[in-house]
């Protein structure tokens, strides 16, 4: 149910708001990846030409080493595609293994960490 509330153009406005302070600049684009791998959700600019990051959203109970890093895959794809770093947004709705939780960071958006991305996103939140 989460995964198809966020496809609401007025959730859409409040997720862009909080990532990249802009409201009115994605549509949802085709979560499939060239590999056949699928992303819960992906945010697209309505112009490919702007500067614009693409957005993954990922919903998952448990984060650990394993999805890291099949969110890290899930970026390059999107950097194969976009030709931009995304930005990764993960919502965690149990639990954050203690390895992953010691590598985040505070965030700049109220109730997230960011995780140290190393080049395969724009910014990574958790």
């Given at each position: 149910?989460?995964?198809s509330v966020t496809?609401?153009?007025s959730?859409?406005?409040?997720?862009?708001?909080?990532l990249?302070?802009?409201t009115?600049?994605?549509?949802?684009?085709?979560?499939?990846?060239s590999?056949g791998c699928r992303s819960?959700l992906?945010?697209?600019?309505?112009?490919?030409?702007?500067?614009?990051?693409?957005?993954?959203?990922?919903f998952?109970q448990?984060?650990?080493?394993?999805f890291?890093?099949?969110?890290?895959?899930?970026?390059?794809q999107?950097?194969?595609?976009y030709?931009?770093?995304?930005?990764?947004?993960i919502?965690c709705m149990?639990?954050?293994?203690?390895?992953?939780e010691?590598?985040t960071?505070p965030s700049?958006?109220?109730?997230?960490r960011?995780?140290?991305s190393?080049?395969?996103?724009?910014?990574?939140?958790?």
């Amino acid at each position: 149910m989460a995964k198809s509330v966020t496809r609401n153009s007025s959730v859409i406005k409040i997720i862009t708001s909080a990532l990249i302070n802009s409201t009115d600049d994605y549509i949802v684009a085709d979560s499939e990846w060239s590999n056949g791998c699928r992303s819960d959700l992906v945010l697209e600019p309505k112009s490919l030409s702007s500067d614009l990051s693409p957005i993954i959203i990922e919903f998952q109970q448990s984060v650990n080493n394993v999805f890291m890093k099949r969110a890290t895959e899930y970026a390059l794809q999107a950097f194969k595609r976009y030709q931009v770093d995304p930005i990764v947004l993960i919502i965690c709705m149990n639990n954050v293994s203690s390895d992953i939780e010691s590598l985040t960071t505070p965030s700049n958006i109220l109730g997230c960490r960011s995780y140290p991305s190393h080049n395969w996103a724009r910014n990574g939140n958790v």
